[in-house]
Structures are given as structure tokens and as C-alpha cells.
């Protein structure tokens, strides 16, 4: 083999150098993952329940999830200009510290009897979410088109970890809260911000080589002219370090990093699908996890099963995300996808059907997490390969403001259609919103030109 073949290899995704940075990237996403995930559901568990608390009364209970999905949406594009100038490490770091300090803002607000203050806590608070979200970007940086989806997905399923422990935190928070002398639902929050915390510290202290930096290096060293002269003193390919990495990113990234993204997801129309996919499987997600406790409730189910049935359906988000990402290598992204587009459609038909029997809501609810899985892990893989390692970062954050602001969104809309069309016409609303997904696929695969293929 040449010399050039040698430093091709060295230089590559497959090359067993970048495989061992990949794995250790991955181990530490999981690990921040998996810590910051707690801190997301113990909120979601309390979050309303302190905001009846503060307000006496359950008119403003819904305030603290909303603020916190749109403190998420706030934040997607910040973290993702800042990863496209300085890597993944800083900004998700930041992003894990941030949501410690809106954690420790509303207790303070919440002790205080200050709802305004709690919620702006609780918008700083979102910042865990957007960075959990980001992080499946950071697992894709490395890896190659046979195992993108892999990858992502392994990330995307550590959040099943904090899933289970999170809503468990009530007993445990209130003792946390008896030794603080705070009001005992606060403690699951002084938990929560100690995971955000812990996840902050772990990824700044671990997370390097930089994954996003060091798919720059080599995406710059591959394009260029590879040359004896081209290596430095030594004869060796220049380190994939974020020193080496930098320079070349901040040249290959246009200032500011939108116009150029917009350029890029003008001329990319897979990516467009993905952007869409994710957006609307989330919308059809939030849209109808969100009133089925209400619909449950009217029909006289009691809250122990609602709990149960609420369970389930965030394990069906989470816990089968890996089968998922094997699928998505395996089928191609787009097939994965629209796979997904028919489960979230099987998903609303069963609990439009269901009436208030909670057998059938729950296993459309299962349904609805699983069909949820398949757009995010799938529409994630294919977003991230159908773009530049330049392009990515400010596209990626776009598709966090979308899939945020299309959640808050549904959300909000979710309980005037209720009261409207009734526990079923939501359902087939939300069924709605897989059209432009179809559509879209049905243009891609039609304008694909001869040379390109399906991944």
C-alpha cells in the first residue's frame, strides 16, 4: 500500500484510531445522558405540581412544562452556533450547567412563593433538554454511514435510565428537602439540578478528542491534496485535536454559520425531509400524550393506571431507540422513517377507537412513543449525512428550535382541540400532520437523481 493509502487510511472513519475516539465519545454521551436524563423527568414529575402549589390553583399547573419546552427551544440555536465555532464539548457542557442553575433558581423562586421567578428557573431549566437533544448530534460526528444510526440511537437510549428513575425521586426528594428545610416537592428539583450538574462535569472533564472538531480535521485533511509536504515535521498526519481542528473549522464555516446552513438545507432536500419528519413526529407525540391523562381522568380511570400507562409510553420512546438505529442502518434512512410515519398512524387510530377503556389507550400511547423513536433516530441519522460536518452544527440546532417550538405548540393547541372535537378528533388532527412528512418523501425519492442512493 502507498504512503498515501497509509495516511488515507489513518485518516478515515473506519480507521481504528477514530473508531477508539468514537467509542469513548459515546461512552461519555451515555454516561451525561443517562445522569442528565434523571434530572429531566424529575422535573416533568413535579414541575406542575409546585406551580399549583405556588399559584393554589391548577389554572397555571401547566406553566412549568411549557416554559421549560420553550426554554428548550430558546436555547437549540445558542448551543448549536457555539458547537459550530468551538465543538461539541463547551456547548454541551454549558447547556448541562445552565439547567443546574434554573434548577437552583426555581427552588429558590418556588420557596420564596415568587411564581414569576420559578419560571424563569424553569426556562433556564430547559436548557437540559436542548442539550440532551444535541447530544445525539455529538454521537454522529464519527460515526460512518453503516453505523450513524446505531450510534445516535445508543444515546438516545440512555435517556431510558432517567426515564425510570426520575418519576421515583419523591420520597428520596423529600428527604433531600427535609435536610435543606424546603417544601418537599422541592427536593426532587436540588436532585435534578445535581444530576444536570454531574452531567456537566462529566462531559467537559471527558469528552476529548472533540468528536465535532476531529470530523472537521478529517474532513479537511481528506480534501486536500495529501503530500509529504502536507504532513508536519515528523512525517505523521497532524493530531485530531481541537487545537489542529479549530483553525480549519472556523475557515470552512460561514460568519455566523446561518446563511451558509440555509444555503446548504436549500440545496439538501433530504434534509428538509428530516427537519419535517422530526418536527412533526414530535408535534404528534406532545399533541396527544398530553391530553390522554385529562381523557383518561374524564373517564373515570384511576391515576395509578394513568401513571402506569404514561410509563409505558415514554419506555416505548427510549427503550427500543437501539432496534431502531439497527433498523436505520439496515433499511436505509428514509425507509426507517416512514416506517415510523405508519406507527404514529396506527398509533393515533387505536386511541381514537379506544374510548376511555385504558387497555387500548395504553397500547396507542406504546404505539405513539414507538412511532416517535423511529422518526427521531432515523430523521436524526439522516439529517446529520445528508450535510457537511461544517453544515451540520446550525442545522441541527434549526431542527431542536423546531422540534421544540412544534411540541410547545401542539401542546398548547392539545387541550382547545379536546374541549373541540373530542379525545378522537385530536387524534385524527395529529394524523394530519404525517402528510407533509409523505409528501415530502415522495418528492425526494422522485427527484433523486441517478447518482445518488439511498443510505
Avoid: K
Amino acid at each position: 500500500m502507498t504512503r498515501t493509502g497509509e495516511h488515507a487510511d489513518e485518516w478515515s472513519l473506519d480507521s481504528p484510531r477514530i473508531r477508539s475516539i468514537q467509542r469513548r465519545v459515546l461512552t461519555v454521551l451515555v454516561a451525561a445522558q443517562a445522569v442528565g436524563g434523571i434530572g429531566l423527568s424529575a422535573s416533568l414529575t413535579v414541575g406542575g405540581l409546585i406551580a399549583q402549589d405556588i399559584t393554589g390553583t391548577e389554572t397555571w399547573a401547566g406553566m412549568a412544562t411549557t416554559m421549560a419546552t420553550l426554554g428548550a427551544a430558546v436555547c437549540a440555536l445558542p448551543l448549536a452556533t457555539a458547537a459550530a465555532r468551538r465543538g461539541r464539548r463547551g456547548p454541551l457542557s454549558l447547556g448541562w450547567f445552565l439547567a443546574a442553575g434554573g434548577g437552583a433558581v426555581s427552588v429558590l423562586g418556588a420557596q420564596a412563593g415568587l411564581f414569576s421567578v420559578f419560571l424563569v428557573g424553569m426556562v433556564l431549566f430547559g436548557a437540559g433538554g436542548a442539550t440532551g437533544l444535541q447530544s445525539r448530534h455529538a454521537a454522529a460526528d464519527l460515526a460512518t454511514d453503516r453505523n450513524r444510526g446505531r450510534d445516535l440511537s445508543i444515546v438516545v437510549w440512555a435517556t431510558t435510565v432517567g426515564s425510570v428513575l426520575g418519576p421515583n425521586l419523591t420520597t428520596p426528594g423529600a428527604a433531600v428537602a427535609g435536610w435543606l428545610g424546603l417544601s418537599p416537592l422541592l427536593g426532587v428539583l436540588v436532585i435534578a439540578s445535581a444530576a444536570f450538574a454531574a452531567a456537566g462535569a462529566v462531559t467537559a472533564a471527558l469528552m476529548r478528542p472533540d468528536p465535532l472538531l476531529t470530523a472537521r480535521a478529517l474532513t479537511a485533511r481528506t480534501a486536500a491534496p495529501r503530500s509529504r509536504a502536507a504532513a508536519p515535521a515528523g512525517g505523521r498526519p497532524g493530531a485530531l485535536t481541537a487545537r489542529t481542528a479549530a483553525p480549519r473549522s472556523r475557515a470552512a464555516a460561514p460568519a455566523g454559520g446561518r446563511p451558509g446552513a440555509l444555503a446548504a438545507l436549500a440545496a439538501a432536500p433530504r434534509a428538509v425531509l428530516a427537519l419535517v419528519a422530526i418536527t412533526a413526529g414530535h408535534a404528534i407525540m406532545v399533541m396527544v400524550m398530553t391530553m390522554t391523562p385529562v381523557h383518561m381522568e374524564h373517564g373515570g380511570v384511576d391515576l395509578t393506571v394513568i401513571g402506569v400507562t404514561l410509563s409505558l409510553h415514554i419506555a416505548g420512546m427510549y427503550a427500543l431507540s437501539p432496534l431502531v438505529g439497527w433498523l436505520s442502518d439496515r433499511l436505509g434512512r428514509m425507509a426507517t422513517l416512514l416506517v415510523g410515519q405508519v406507527v404514529l398512524i396506527a398509533a393515533v387510530t387505536v386511541s381514537a377507537l379506544a374510548g376511555h377503556g385504558p387497555v387500548m389507550v395504553t397500547v396507542g400511547l406504546v404505539l405513539l412513543g414507538v412511532g416517535w423513536s423511529f422518526g427521531l433516530v432515523s430523521g436524526s441519522a439522516l439529517l446529520a449525512e445528508s450535510l457537511r460536518p461544517d453544515q451540520r452544527p446550525a442545522l441541527q440546532g434549526v431542527s431542536d428550535l423546531l422540534m421544540n417550538a412544534g411540541g410547545a405548540a401542539s401542546g398548547a393547541l392539545s387541550g382547545i382541540l379536546l374541549a373541540l372535537l373530542g379525545y378522537g378528533g385530536l387524534n385524527a388532527v395529529a394524523a394530519a400532520l404525517t402528510v407533509p412528512v409523505f409528501a415530502l418523501a415522495a418528492f425526494v425519492l422522485l427527484s433523486r437523481t441517478s447518482g445518488e442512493g439511498e443510505t
